[in-house]
């Protein structure tokens, strides 16, 4: 199969593209997917919405060859983002939220009437509200190969579903359970709510202002000229296992998954939304949906529980490898290694995609596929990882900002480490501090930490505001190593009491390493130091 992957902008190193490119080129190698478009995602720092760009496969195949006419799959190429869609769906439910036409708390046959009486419920259950549609936790039953079926499906018909009644599998608020029903139905409340109907007013509201124009519902919206052919997988392992499938026509379903659309598109779409999350964007213009509704969409609303690790040799299993959960149209992870990320994957007839984004950074990575369930999201994830390992600046953590005030602070409070003067802890320390530990003792818990880790007054001096560890706004820490052969297993012990009370208990297998410094500001706006904290790590 003919593959390509243009050269990187910059801030991407050859080597990552190069290793990127080659895991979408296996996949059609493999045949794991007919063809693949990709693209990094620019991050806050990057004037560029995509930073380097490949494709592999074709847009069509026939007999397990390009199809007459077809063409490589390349940067321009139209795919199908099949749940990616829920995206937009949310987007305009908090739009119209923001404008005070409905509320999330808000039951859904108040919008859609034919929706009364369609939930199962017990006695003392409510009917689901639109908060919970959004968050898949309404408790209705996942539907994936079967709501891919119905993106056709009239509102007359939807509305005969309806009155047949809707299963469950658990209460509502009980649980996380993807459903694409649910998101039909909030398609639903955009049409009754704004008098048109869902595709209307996300063009209006979100593709035409973004100019997205790539992106559309039908044959009728995209140019077919770059349209991917959507494959299915036929019970072969070669070539001749894709076989096209044809284009459905867009009804009630489509709001959960109806959208086609580019990797740039989806880039433009994925970086409006990130941008939430960037430093000073509340001034940069809200757009077309205000910035706290797009942090809204980013939060994670309803835990969705996963396996655990397999258990080791003692048959424990040592935890999860990450906490995952959903928000508004959008999934929230958070990896030990990569931090938060924020994605959504898209599984349809023909065609497979994934979006992802590092929400400290903005980076991100978009892969649309052209089979089913074809594997764009481990591809993504891993080029994430790979931009990790080539790029660590790219995905760098961001440490948050400590507050003015509680700059002010730390520097009264290092001054009142190294002088006990009492007009600077009669000035900085809240009403809790001399009752949680009285002064004197609060000092004798710093001798006894600089004694363990055989450090004396004169570290405190060079300890300076601007060199604190920020862990929120509000707090702070310094560490300083503790001086070669320090201390002992016993000493460690004794000298590890924290102002809050909390000392160790037993002897350490090691000596202290360090003396941590650690301040907490109250929840004041002017607030003053609830804990000041010196112990021997």
Not at 29 to 56: C, F, K, P
Not at 195 to 212: H, K, N, Q, V, W
Not at 350 to 376: C, E, I, Q, T
Not at 485 to 494: E, H, I, T
Request: glycine letters at 10%; zero cysteines; hydrophobic letters at 40%.
């Amino acid at each position: 199969m003919p593959s390509s992957a243009e050269s990187p902008r910059p801030h991407v190193p050859a080597e990552a593209v190069t290793a990127i490119a080659a895991l979408a080129e296996n996949a059609v190698a493999e045949h794991r997917t007919s063809g693949v478009t990709w693209a990094i995602i620019g991050g806050y720092a990057h004037d560029q919405a995509i930073l380097a760009h490949g494709a592999a496969g074709h847009r069509e195949l026939a007999d397990g060859r390009p199809a007459p006419g077809s063409s490589p799959m390349d940067r321009a190429t139209v795919s199908r983002i099949a749940s990616m869609t829920k995206s937009f769906t949310a987007a305009t439910i908090l739009a119209l939220r923001d404008e005070g036409r409905l509320s999330l708390d808000d039951p859904i046959s108040a919008h859609v009437p034919e929706a009364e009486g369609a939930f199962e419920l017990a006695d003392d259950d409510r009917e689901p509200t639109l908060r919970r549609l959004l968050t898949m936790d309404a408790g209705l039953i996942t539907d994936n190969p079967w709501g891919d079926r119905q993106e056709a499906m009239t509102r007359e018909e939807f509305a005969a579903v309806l009155r047949s009644g809707l299963g469950h599998v658990h209460r509502p608020g009980d649980g996380f359970e993807y459903s694409n029903t649910g998101y039909a139905l909030l398609g639903r409340v955009i049409d009754e709510v704004t008098g048109s109907d869902y595709a209307t007013e996300i063009r209006r509201r979100f593709l035409d202002p973004l100019g997205l124009t790539a992106t559309g519902w039908s044959a009728g919206e995209i140019d077919t000229g770059r349209l991917a052919t959507g494959h299915r997988l036929a019970d072969r392992t070669d070539a001749t296992r894709f076989e096209a499938v044809p284009l459905d026509s867009p009804g009630v379903y489509g709001a959960m998954a109806g959208l086609f659309s580019s990797v740039d598109d989806v880039a433009t779409w994925g970086r409006f939304l990130a941008a939430a999350d960037a430093e000073g964007s509340a001034s940069r213009g809200a757009g077309p949906l205000a910035t706290a509704s797009r942090r809204e969409m980013q939060q994670l609303h309803r835990h969705q529980a996963l396996a655990p690790l397999p258990a080791g040799q003692d048959g424990v299993s040592p935890g999860f490898d990450r906490v995952r959960g959903y928000g508004f149209g959008l999934v929230i992870e958070h990896f030990p290694d990569l931090g938060e990320v924020i994605s959504h994957s898209g599984g349809y007839p023909g065609y497979g995609s994934f979006m992802v984004w590092h929400r400290d950074s903005g980076v991100g990575v978009v892969a649309l596929a052209n089979s089913k369930y074809a594997p764009a999201t481990p591809l993504s994830m891993q080029a994430l990882r790979i931009l990790q390992r080539e790029a660590p600046e790219l995905l760098a953590r961001r440490a948050p900002e400590p507050a003015p005030h509680t700059l002010e602070a730390a520097s009264a409070a290092l001054d009142w480490l190294r002088t006990d003067e009492d007009a600077l802890a009669d000035a900085w320390f809240a009403d809790n501090m001399d009752l949680d530990v009285p002064r004197a003792e609060r000092r004798r818990r710093l001798e006894k930490a600089l004694a363990a880790t055989g450090l004396d007054t004169s570290a405190l001096e060079a300890l300076r505001v601007e060199d604190a560890q920020v862990l929120s706004r509000a707090r702070l820490r310094w560490t300083v190593p503790a001086r070669s052969g320090a201390g002992s297993a016993g000493s460690a012990s004794g000298s590890g009491a924290a102002a809050g009370g909390a000392g160790s208990a037993g002897s350490t297998a090691t000596a202290p390493s360090a003396l941590q410094v650690e301040m907490l500001m109250d929840p004041r706006r002017e607030g003053l130091v609830q804990s000041l904290d010196t112990i021997a790590r």
